[in-house]
């Protein structure tokens, strides 16, 4: 049982624009800053997203994150065949003193 | 540009000790401000926070793994080292080291992991 929760799978087509959610507390998320990450098959997480927004550089501003309250999302517009891949959030929480992680979604490029 | 590497064996029998290392390029470990954590991923499932050490050397732990961690440091070779005892097979994983930038002394919102080792896979077996 994760700390975040994420949706197991999502879908889209190529072009069309998916949504990732990501569901909180006020101890994770309700306090702290929300972090997104790409894991291709076989690889290490790669930084999407951090500070609930902002993109590092070299990642397409194709892909966007926001913040509400105790919940997140990631939005990843016109989607491309090598967007296939596990999509994790995380957060600081401060009654572990640590990171907490989504359990994870995989998306499927129809 | 940061870059962490672990290194261990990739092998260990149940009840013994797991013994990883992160050498790390780009950043010094003991100096700024960030902490050197280590997190895991069983094969097919999400990730683990394990614990992490701060520039000061201290160290917090996940309160799961706490009576069965500790992490280190060598600052002369800028590497910090995970050790995780009486291991089972549920301990098989993938196990990363990553960096993590310390709170946002503005807003008081912490920070999670911005950069990743590649990670090495651990088999618990006999």
């Known amino acids: 049982q994760s700390a975040l929760t994420q949706p197991p799978s999502a879908s889209g087509t190529p072009g069309q624009t998916v949504t990732i959610s990501c569901s909180g507390s006020s101890s994770n998320i309700g306090t702290n800053y929300v972090y997104w990450y790409q894991q291709l098959p076989g690889t290490a997480p790669k930084l999407l997203i951090h500070r609930n927004n902002q993109r590092p550089s070299g990642v397409p501003d194709r892909f966007s994150g926001s913040k509400s309250g105790t919940s997140a999302s990631l939005a990843i517009s016109d989607l491309r065949s090598d967007d296939e891949a596990d999509y994790y959030c995380?957060?600081?929480?401060?009654?572990?003193?640590?990171?907490?992680f989504g359990g994870g979604t995989k998306l499927t490029v129809l | 540009q940061v870059q962490l590497q672990e290194s261990g064996p990739g092998l260990v029998k149940p009840s013994q000790t797991l013994s990883l290392t992160c050498t790390v390029s780009?950043?010094?470990?003991?100096?700024?401000?960030?902490?050197w954590s280590w997190i895991r991923q069983p094969a097919g499932n999400g990730l683990e926070w394990i614990g992490h050490?701060?520039?000061?050397?201290?160290?917090k732990y996940n309160p799961s793994l706490k009576s069965r961690v500790t992490m280190s440091r060598d600052t002369s070779k800028n590497q910090f080292s995970l050790e995780l005892n009486s291991v089972t097979a549920a301990d098989t994983a993938v196990y990363y080291c990553a960096r993590i930038p310390d709170y946002d002394t503005f807003t008081g919102y912490y920070n999670v992991i911005d950069f990743w080792g590649q990670g090495t896979l651990v088999t618990v077996s006999s």
């Open positions: 780009g950043a010094s470990i003991s100096s700024g401000t960030y902490s």
């Open positions: 050490i701060y520039t000061s050397g201290g160290t």
């Open positions: 995380a957060a600081w929480d401060d009654s572990l003193s640590g990171p907490v």
